[in-house]
Every structure is written in C-alpha cells, then in structure tokens.
C-alpha cells in the first residue's frame, strides 16, 4: 500500500439542522487501499462523497483528493475520479451503450476495449433502453461508467446494489486489481459481509460523526470471542468461569458450556484443562458485531 494519501478531510462538515450531516469528518485514505465507510442509512455516507466531489458546498472545513482542493480544483478532480452514487439516474429511452457512449464523450473518449472488457465482465445488457432494464442491470451500466476511464480514485455509494451473487464476485475480483495498480477505492455500504471481503481498513460512522477507523484485523483483535466448550465428565460452575480474566459470561446447557471472553484466552484455557473436555468449537464476532457494539455503545466508547 502506498504512504500517499488519495483522501484527506480536515473538519468536513454539512449541517442540515436538527442534528442530521455529517460533522467534524478528519479522515485520511492512502493510495492504493480499499477504504470501506459503514454506516446506517442516514449516518452521512453519502453527505460525505458529495462533499468530497463539491457536489454540494461544505458549512465547513475542507477536503483534499489527490493532492487538489475539493472546492478549487473540483472539475481537475472529477476527471480523475470514477463516482457511482447511491441515486445514480440514467435517461430511460437511451440504450446503456448509448448511455456509456455520451459520457464517454463527455470525458473525452475513453478506451473501448476497456469499456467492453467492463462488460463482458459484468454481462451488461448495453442494447436494451434503460427503462427496460432491472436494478441489477442499470446498476451494471452505473459500475461500467464508473471503472471505464480507469480513474486514479474510485468513489462508490452501495455498489453491489440490486446485484446477482456472481456479479457481486466480478466486482469484488475487480476492485483488487485496481487496488494491486495503485488506485484508491473509497465504498460506501451498509451491507457488512461486502466490506469484510473487500476492505484493508474501514471507518464506522454514526449519526453523522467518525466512531472510528482502523484495519479490520485491529477492529477483529477487540472484538468478544465465543468458545464453546463439551466436557466428558463433570462441568465447571458458571461462577467460577465468570470469575476469570477477561470472560464476560458463561452459560450451561446440559454437558455443554458457552463462554464468551475478551482479549488472551490464557486464563480460560488453563482453567478448562482441570476438565474432561470432549470438544471445542471457537467463534469470533464478525464485522456486523463490532459495527453493531459501536451503534449500541458508541457513548461509552
């Protein structure tokens, strides 16, 4: 991963009043990274990429992509950016060749091999006036709009929207060859599993504010495990395994015990051989749990 940074806000902020926007956004994204930004519908995803392309004017603070000014140097930056939003709209009576065509034209031209590699990829149906086509396939046209001038940064709100689960893998396989030539992918979703697949880091945001950012390996490393363990022969008391650093509970259910425990599983282990135990089955919490912990006791954090 490359030291350069692709992204940078500094106090980016939008105020809808009523507590809605996003506030105080310091962030930074590195060269070369697929950068995952979870959040809820209404936590400011989408605020945020606007922003970012001066697609509407901050209250305050600043951003930075690709060493321009979001604000001063905006249309250098959109010629350098691939942006699918979460709204994208296509005119209905045109096909989705002649679609890419007008916006190809509008960038410039673009490379046709690349735009038919795209989709061929995809198995976009381009022949078909848009209004015919399902979710699924003007989402296809919105993906090839977006990769075809083979942008240095890709911005993307909920991608795999309206998606098929073999399309959802061409896209997945796609994003790591951008990032393996030194492009910057920023994605925006709500769906967990698509941002444990593909992110090297992501950002947590809640009701408009930064919760947090970091590797998913780090986020996995705080997360509770869960361990469930089957004894042979006699079974431990609940209080005395709850009693042990770092388990946060225990609980019985015939020769059975589910512990869940955070940090070094050391003391448990050691505890646990004083037993018959017949079988052991580990479970980690995944993305959605630690998303979710965030939601539920950001305050505390």
Known sequence: MSS???????????????????FDLDLEIEA????????????????TMRLLLDLIGPTRGSANLLGLDSRADSLAVRRRVGFLPGDFQLYPKLTGEEVLDYLADLRGGVDAAVRDALA????AE????IAELSTG??????????FMHEPELLILDEPIAGLDPLVQQSFHSLLREVTDAGRTVF??????????????????LRSGRLMVVDSLSNLRSIAVQRLEVGFAGDVPATA?????????EARRHGSHMDVSFAGSADPLVKALAAYDV????????????????????????
């Open 126 to 129: 381009l022949d078909r006036p």
């Open 137 to 146: 396939n003007r989402q296809k046209v919105g993906l090839i709009q977006a």
């Open 120 to 123: 061929d990829r995809f198995r």
């Open 32 to 47: 070369g990274e697929v950068f995952g930004f979870l959040g809820p519908n209404g936590a400011g995803k989408s605020t």
């Open 240 to 248: 005395a395994i709850e009693a042990l650093p770092g388990v946060r």
């Open 4 to 22: 350069e940074i692709a992204i940078s806000t500094h106090g980016l902020t939008k105020d809808f009043g009523g507590g809605n926007g996003l």
């Open 278 to 301: 017949s079988s052991l089955r580990s479970h980690e919490d995944d993305l959605e749990e630690i998303f979710l912990s965030y939601y539920r006791g950001g305050e505390e954090r």
């Open 187 to 204: 994605l925006s979703s709500h769906t967990l599993s698509e941002v444990e697949r593909v992110a090297d880091r992501v950002a947590i």
